[in-house]
């Protein structure tokens, strides 16, 4: 399996395309952090304009994905990789899906702001989501670093950090079907909230999926579907 | 680009196994569809049996995703396919990921036919996303339908549903905030149904996906983030 190696390609000019996708792949992940990180703070500062900027800039991270995917596939036309190479060309060609996504996700939490701007919604009900929004940036973070270093246990502590996530999203739902009982004339506004929640939790999923991949890049083994201690167990194994 | 005709194959075993993960692509839509299809049953008959069903039932999709990519991984590594070739392997990795998240949300449908039927649920709450979920079911079949006969007409036919799908989503939407203003008691079960409505039109969003994967496949063209009215004078193009 592992007859080429990363680092002793014969052809030079391979091991930059493949350093090159790398390099956008971090671009693009810069970039969708940026975008989940201004809509957290549109919504925290009810700043409409820079929800505005969040929904108008979506268009970019959708051009890269199709450009970096374009890439991969001539490379795998091209330059036919075995082992790890096209482990690392399918890896890329699925974190993009999940960085495009998530940036779908970040438009929507932009939305949210918006309307809930108009709105003039009750500042109090966002206390839960936007520590949950600061918890998946940290995940997303973590994920793209992993990502950059090939660091599976870098991955696997992200990874650990979903379940958290997954609490808080509904432990936040709890709070807002108590709002909603309480005060019914505020239910459009918390069913608006309640979807940016379930986008912030959907953006620690896809972090997590990025984490596998990882995992799955360094070590060949696919591990979606899997415990996370299986996973744990899987990525400190040496091959 | 076209150097490699489909049907013009050196190697039989090669042209086997090409055929060999289309059929399981086949295969996995149709456990797929048929989740979906329980899941709305279950719902609509309040049985709870059938719901449990789906849910167990939920990792085999999953074990068959995972085999159908290491199949996709094997064919990249060993084959090193070009052109019409490569491209249905990439169009396999990407609709097998959209038909497992499908199943997901089946699943997600069926944990709420759960719910619904424990707590008792008002039936007349479910007369919309009943009629969603015929309306998402039909265009997975349809997608399915065009991804086995490679039809490009039958996949923008699909993919133009997709906005009707949204449309209904969004009037489900406005119908159940109007329920939860009613009647304040029954919000956490609306809350559940809103739930499931968002899970089904997403059905519909990746049915779309997987009918652009199909143009994608025939067309060698991503069509991915353009106008449908785009879309389809791509598809129509001779090359």
Request: proline letters at 0%; glycine letters at 12%.
């Given at each position: 399996m592992e007859n080429t190696k990363l680092?002793?390609?014969?052809s030079q000019q391979f091991e930059e395309e493949l350093q090159d996708i790398r390099t956008r792949v971090m671009t693009m992940g810069g970039l969708v952090e940026k975008q989940l990180s201004d809509a957290l703070m549109a919504l925290s500062d009810m700043n409409s304009e820079l929800a505005e900027v969040v929904v108008t800039n979506d268009y970019k991270i959708n051009a890269l994905e199709v450009s970096i995917d374009e890439e991969c596939t001539q490379i795998l036309a091209r330059r036919q990789p075995t082992a790890s190479d096209l482990r690392l060309v399918i890896a890329v060609i699925k974190t993009i899906t999940d960085l495009e996504r998530i940036g779908d996700e970040a438009e929507r939490v932009a939305r949210m702001a918006l309307h809930f701007a108009e709105a003039g919604g009750?500042?109090?009900?966002?206390v839960g989501i936007l520590h949950l929004g600061e918890l998946v940036r940290g995940m997303l973070h973590g994920a793209l670093d992993a990502f950059a270093r090939m660091d599976t246990e870098a991955a696997i502590n992200v990874a650990r950090e979903d379940p958290k996530a997954d609490r808080e999203y509904e432990s936040i739902l709890r709070e807002l079907i108590t709002y909603m009982m309480e005060d019914p004339r505020a239910i459009p506004n918390v069913v608006n909230i309640m979807w940016s929640a379930r986008a912030l939790e959907r953006i620690g999923d896809r972090a997590r999926n990025i984490c596998e991949y990882v995992i799955y890049l360094v070590?060949?083994?696919?591990?979606?579907?899997?415990?996370l201690d299986k996973v744990e167990s899987e990525a400190r194994n040496r091959k």
């Open positions: 680092g002793h390609h014969i009750d500042r109090k009900m966002l070590k060949g083994k696919d591990v979606r579907h899997t415990s």
